[in-house]
């Protein structure tokens, strides 16, 4: 079973740009869909991006499309997210997420289909 640890988050300013990384232990990770979602203090979670099991297509919340990009590394059990142009709005603790498919283009928007989960990143956006 695959195991997920998130890294790369940080304090940054508005209009910076951040990496986050999420390794993946264990094997198969090329089976997995793979998520970005986040939850910033006193609301609930929230989708960010996705990506299928090979990067082939991703999809990405209204509010971060065009300034994030959702990438994988399969070599490197490896999924990112680049940060770009962050606003105070984006400040939240960052979590990645696995959900196991045989379907090469399985892309899901939806917490409940994602059945593993890292710890989380603070990421925070002063203004």
């Known amino acids: 079973q695959v195991q997920l640890v998130e890294s790369g988050g940080g304090l940054v300013q508005t209009g910076d740009s951040l990496r986050l990384s999420c390794a993946a232990s264990?094997?198969?990770?090329?089976?997995?869909?793979m998520g970005w979602f986040r939850q910033a203090p006193g609301k609930g979670r929230e989708f960010v991006a996705a990506?299928?099991?090979?990067?082939?297509?991703?999809k990405y919340a209204d509010s971060v499309k065009g300034r994030f990009t959702i990438s994988r590394d399969n070599a490197k059990n490896t999924v990112y997210l680049q940060m770009n142009n962050l606003k105070p709005e984006d400040t939240a603790v960052y979590s990645c997420?696995?959900?196991?498919?045989?379907?090469?283009?399985?892309?899901?928007?939806?917490?409940?289909?994602?059945?593993?989960w890292g710890p989380g990143t603070q990421v925070a956006v002063s203004s």
């Open positions: 990506i299928t099991r090979n990067g082939g297509l991703t």
């Open positions: 997420a696995a959900a196991r498919t045989s379907q090469p283009y399985y892309l899901r928007t939806e917490s409940t289909y994602y059945s593993l």
């Open positions: 264990g094997r198969d990770f090329d089976n997995y869909c």
